[in-house]
């Protein structure tokens, strides 16, 4: 009866100083298998991470797996639908934009970390928000994809305009100037792919709405703020400052190939720009445009972006949980680590202090971009993205097609809306 208490008062005590619950009570090797994509990104982060965890618990090995997003997804609705949980890692990448959607869908699948010890409040309100369903906390934030609004100082110059300029203003003002540039350079300030929705929906963020309420209802024919986004977007296409291309690689082009003189999109963008090194010092940072007509409009947003989720069917949720908890949720050197070679940016608010994020970076004629990010970050207004943010973002693309090329934009916004309602079902 003493051991057991004994026993008993030891992970009490473990439990309030966050301690290595799981580790500390075994000395067999345990391995954490994790499921994510991209290389030189997501599976280097995971490796670094893996590292210091090894000084912490050397008995346990970290199994990273590289697996396609969409094979991520894939895999985790098969997996549920046949009652195979067991197929799945103890840990896999969730894309944000939907993580509502499968806790929702699938309910019991993850692990709620909400009082897991882990401090959600050093990350970026907006991150914690959209891992987050009725309250409760089921992801670890990584990626940042806070908006940046990137541009060509060079370019700017010849026109007569500097980064400043470009800082803390409206979206009339951005288009006013770059009417200006474009008549003076022949070049727009900025591309985007036809079709997609990304630039519009940061528009919508930067001034906390979303294509649905606190309720969840679909909040698209009768959202002024997603007019006031579109009327803006329309603008930019016709007054040619912003110039559309057919896919991904032709706007990575235009960048490359002095064509335009900056882009709009979350800061992940930068692994892109800096890989031209003749642009070496012609690139800065600031924040994006605002919107004028509503209310809480700011100048931050975020595009893309996921986060670490560990799995109710893992052999091993305390350990899983343990590791993120001292790397991605604890651990300023990982970030510091992955940082350089990557890119890697995070929503750590802590990471923003270190010296590393403070370094000014060459590339960026010595601009301390990444403190600037971690700052902006700090600022991007919450929304909840839904469980049908896929099909709202589709419905909405094709009602801006349907409005540049000439429909009424209440009867596109409505047509939209129905879509999603049909797609919701009843």
């Known amino acids: 009866m003493k051991r057991n208490l004994s026993l008993l008062l030891v992970l009490i005590m473990l439990l309030a100083v966050g301690g290595n619950i799981a580790v500390a009570q075994t ?24 590292k210091i965890y090894a000084k912490i618990a050397p008995n346990v090995k970290i199994n990273i797996v ?11 609705t098969t997996a549920v639908m046949a009652g195979q949980k067991d197929t799945l890692p103890d840990i896999l990448l969730m894309q944000d934009n939907a993580c509502t959607k499968n806790v929702k869908s699938y309910p019991g699948t993850f692990v709620d970390l909400t009082d897991s010890g882990i401090d959600f409040g050093k990350f ?7 891992t987050s369903v009725d309250g409760r906390n ?12 990137a541009l060509r100082v060079d370019i700017l110059e010849e026109a007569g305009y500097s980064v400043e300029d470009f800082t803390d203003i409206p979206w009339s003002r951005y288009i006013e100037i770059g009417k200006d540039v474009l008549a003076k350079t022949g070049k727009p300030l ?45 603008e930019l296409v016709k007054s040619g400052v912003l110039v559309q291309v057919n896919d991904w690689e032709q706007y990575i082009s235009s960048m ?42 700011t100048n931050y947003s975020s595009v893309g972006g ?22 991605f949720a604890g651990s300023v050197e990982l970030y510091e680590t992955i940082l350089p070679p990557s890119g890697a940016l995070a929503t750590y608010l802590p990471a923003g202090d270190s010296g590393v994020y ?29 469980v049908y943010n896929y099909e709202a973002r589709e419905a909405i693309a094709v009602a801006v097609s349907q409005m540049l090329a000439g429909a009424s934009m209440d009867a596109a916004l409505r047509e939209a809306e129905d879509t999603v309602l049909f797609l919701m079902g009843p």
Not at 124 to 130: E, F, H, P, Q, T
Not at 138 to 148: E, Q
Not at 306 to 327: C, G, I, Q, R, Y
């Open 306 to 327: 996921s986060s670490w989720m560990v799995l109710s069917s893992s052999k091993h949720p305390e350990v899983a949980t343990d590791f993120l908890a001292n790397t």
């Open 256 to 297: 490359h190939r002095d064509t335009v003189a900056g882009t709009i999109n979350g800061c992940w963008i930068i692994g892109s720009i800096t890989v031209h090194e003749d642009h070496k010092g012609l690139w800065r940072i600031t924040n994006m445009p605002r919107l004028e007509k509503s209310q809480g409009v």
């Open 66 to 76: 590289e697996t396609p997003w969409n094979d991520v997804q894939t895999k985790l």
């Open 138 to 149: 089921y992801g670890i934030p990584f990626d940042n994809g806070t908006a940046i609004n």
């Open 358 to 386: 403070n370094e000014p970076q060459e590339f960026f004629g010595g601009q301390a971009i990444y403190a600037d990010i971690t700052d902006f970050a700090s600022r991007v207004p919450k929304v909840g993205y839904g």
């Open 27 to 50: 000395d067999k090797e345990v391995t954490v298998t994790v499921w994510c994509w991209d290389p030189a990104f997501n599976l280097f982060a995971m490796e670094e991470a893996a």
């Open 190 to 234: 900025l591309s985007g792919v036809a079709d997609s929705p990304d630039l519009l929906m940061a528009l919508l963020q930067s001034a906390g709405v979303w294509m649905f309420d606190k309720d969840g209802e679909v909040f698209i024919a009768d959202n002024d703020v997603l007019k006031e986004a579109i009327e803006v977007y329309i």
């Open 124 to 130: 970026a309100d907006y991150k914690i928000a959209l």
